[in-house]
């Protein structure tokens, strides 16, 4: 199902001017909906990956900083994302206990000898709140144990700002940039960030009541959103109520009528990055194979790691500008070096280049008309369609 077909979504639009609609469809269209399995698959993937290599782990889910109570008052406890990912864990640990175990005490793990310690969080946006859940967690045994090397300290993060890890890397000291692994990597501008989602965020994000984090806390305008919750990076338009606005995500909420299109922007996704380092007819013919059932996922995360590397664009930015997981970009170029597209040195062979060709070489008619605006609206337009000698011909 399109997102933009959701009644919820077509009220959100409808408190836009008719000349933003557009460039608000462009923001949803760059949103990455990570659903509940491929939450669990790339955290469950991330722990195996640090147990496999070093023994036992601790694992530890990234809290908010505990707030001093007042005693004798009652508080209501309020869950968070560490409460999900502490139950993804504690199913884990069941599974493998002799691998990981969850919030041990102190004494446990130096009668266990554990090696590594691991924190564990949905997002690293900004970096602070991990930093926050490091300054209260670590004592001076745990320092120690970490200065003097009897283990090592890891933090595992689905998705990643590369702003937030630099973040942490200056502020703990113990953590080496190779100890710091995540499912998706974040580029530094996200895709949010152009000028003219830049505007309607400034001029819608005053009707919310969150408007001063109108781009997002830290001004990041992330735009990853997990089925289990929107986080506060993202811009207040889309999780922000207020007295004249509707939100998408009404207090970081993910309304039961959205579950269904979770995990089901991959289409999106891949064209928008494709036509970022302009492959524009690569993106419609692997949209229009997607519609018509001739295309399977495989080959289109194949054919978009060669479209990438025939751009000569590297490792790191394909993490980055194309939002699928590590993994899978990893388990592609394996497969392009296998069959001879790609060389050792991430370079596309004469035969990639023939294979993207020919993939390519379709009537090139069928696209000189663009795409209804309610059915695809690439961020690069910046929710207007533009001319250019690098579109589709």
Not at 107 to 116: C, G, L, T
């Amino acid at each position: 199902m399109d997102l933009i077909e959701i009644a919820d979504v077509r009220e959100w639009l409808s408190q836009f001017s008719e000349a933003d609609i557009p460039i608000a469809i462009s923001m949803l269209r760059s949103l990455n909906l990570v659903s509940h399995n491929a939450f669990s698959a790339g955290i469950e993937n991330s722990i195996k990956t640090i147990v496999k290599k070093h023994g036992k782990a601790a694992v530890f889910p990234v809290k908010r900083a505990l707030v001093k109570k007042v005693p004798g008052k009652d508080y209501r406890h309020l869950y968070q994302s560490a409460d999900a990912i502490g139950y993804l864990l504690t199913n884990l640990e069941r599974s493998m206990p002799r691998s990981i175990s969850v919030e041990p005490t102190h004494a446990s793990m130096k009668a266990e000898k554990v090696k590594h310690i691991v924190f564990i969080d949905d997002l690293i946006g900004t970096g602070k709140r991990v930093n926050s859940f490091w300054q209260e967690w670590a004592n001076k045994s745990y320092k120690s144990w970490l200065s003097f090397r009897y283990c090592e300290l890891y933090i595992l993060s689905y998705a990643a700002s590369r702003s937030g890890i630099e973040y942490l890397l200056n502020e703990i000291p113990y953590l080496k940039p190779e100890n710091i692994l995540t499912s998706i990597s974040l580029p530094r501008v996200s895709p949010l960030a152009n000028d003219e989602m830049k505007r309607i965020c400034n001029y819608y994000g005053e009707k919310t009541a969150k408007s001063v984090v109108k781009f997002g806390y830290g001004n990041q305008m992330l735009n990853v959103i997990f089925q289990h919750a929107c986080p506060n990076n993202a811009p207040s338009i889309l999780w922000s109520p207020g007295k004249q606005w509707k939100a998408l995500f009404p207090n970081r909420s993910i309304p039961a009528s959205f579950h269904k299109v979770f995990g089901g922007t991959f289409p999106f996704k891949i064209a928008d990055s494709l036509w970022d380092i302009h492959q524009p007819r690569l993106a419609l013919e692997i949209l229009d194979r997607l519609e018509s059932g001739r295309i399977q996922r495989e080959t289109v995360e194949l054919l978009t790691v060669l479209g990438f590397l025939a751009r000569g664009v590297g490792l790191i930015r394909i993490y980055e500008c194309t939002l699928l997981e590590k993994s899978r970009v990893d388990e592609a170029i394996l497969i392009l070096k296998q069959v001879g597209l790609v060389t050792k040195n991430f370079e596309i062979t004469s035969f990639g280049k023939e294979v993207l060709n020919r993939f390519k070489a379709t009537d090139k008619r069928k696209y000189e008309l663009v795409c209804d605006q309610l059915l695809y609206y690439p961020h690069q337009f910046k929710g207007l369609q533009r001319k250019s000698s690098e579109g589709p011909t």
